[in-house]
């Protein structure tokens, strides 16, 4: 395994900075966007905090045509809302637009261009055993249900915030795989890798990389034994190929709570753990997530 440091996690984005939007003087003074990081490339989860001259009852927005959904702060003036830019994103500036309605029932809307740089990816080759790439019927069928088990999961979306404060690494180790590696399976299949590695032992604790609810937690075929955590506002994070789950669906979890242990069930060439961020069917850089300071 590769072993790489944290600066090879971002590159600096090619010249795709933030264009104010054109806008009245009335729509500039009712919202103030700012966003983390500030330097945005695609496979980054971004946070925006919205602020708004007059008391919001409601605040939502389009990104990247995905809805985000805002929680404020109790006076309804500060609004945080997690987003992401896939993998897939072109460098470009996209649109963030805003639809809020003021406590005194008025209508506000605003725009805000926002750029989104190109990461910097990896590439390496890898080999797995031989199930994994060609499955039997048996196997097929596994994966299969499998398939049908995380739709089905993954179709609910929690508008409702849930994760509160930083997010915090599951383990303390280091990382064996950064996320958007490409990967080559026994000189074949292709695939991009849409998580991080950490090179632990079997059964080193795992712990929540923020509050939420269990979403899934059982063994799936590639995934090894899964928990998926559900943060609210569309994100959700998973952990693979744990060797114990301490966790049942529906169970609230606070931030840094022990979920599991980690091993090597599941598509693994050994024991490590590998930990993913979704949001809204989009897979994001954990790495990112981990560095944000966040309210
Ligand atoms: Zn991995």
């Not at 797995?128 to 196997?139: D, F, I």
């Not at 998580?195 to 269990?214: H, K």
């Not at 190929?241 to 669906?249: G, N, P, Q, R």
Request: net charge positive; with cysteine.
């Amino acid at each position: 395994m590769i072993v790489l440091a944290g600066v090879l996690f971002h590159s600096v984005p090619l010249g795709a900075f933030e264009i104010p939007a054109p806008m009245s003087k009335a729509k500039a003074a009712d919202f103030s966007v700012r966003y983390e990081p500030v330097r945005l490339v695609n496979g980054s989860p971004i946070v925006f905090h919205v602020t708004s001259t007059e008391a919001l009852s409601s605040l939502s927005g389009k990104w990247l045509n995905h809805d985000v959904f805002f929680s404020s702060d109790p006076r309804g003036k500060v609004w945080y809302g997690i987003a992401g830019a896939s993998l897939e994103t072109r460098p470009g500036n996209y649109s963030l637009e805003l639809k809020g309605v003021t406590t005194a029932g008025k209508d506000l809307s605003f725009q805000k261009r926002i750029g989104v740089g190109k990461g910097k990816y990896h590439s390496i080759a890898a080999s797995v055993p031989k199930q994994y790439t060609e499955p039997n019927a048996e196997q097929l069928q596994k994966i299969d249900q499998d398939k049908a088990l995380k739709e089905h999961a993954f179709a609910r979306v929690s508008p409702e915030r849930e994760w509160t404060g930083s997010f915090h690494p599951p383990v303390k180790a280091q990382i064996s795989d950064v996320f958007g590696t490409s990967r080559t399976f026994n000189g074949k299949t292709q695939s991009v890798h849409q998580g991080l590695d950490y090179a632990v032992p079997e059964s080193t604790p795992v712990a929540a990389l923020n509050s939420g609810t269990v979403l899934l937690a059982q063994p799936l075929f590639f995934e090894g034994d899964c928990v998926v955590l559900d943060h609210g506002q569309g994100l959700l994070t998973l952990y693979m190929h744990l060797s114990k789950i301490d966790v049942k669906e529906g169970d609230r979890i606070t931030s840094g709570q022990k979920i599991g242990l980690s091993g090597g069930t599941g598509r693994a060439t050994g024991p490590h753990l590998h930990v993913a961020v979704r949001w809204q069917g989009v897979y994001l850089n954990p790495a990112t997530l981990l560095s944000l300071q966040l309210p």
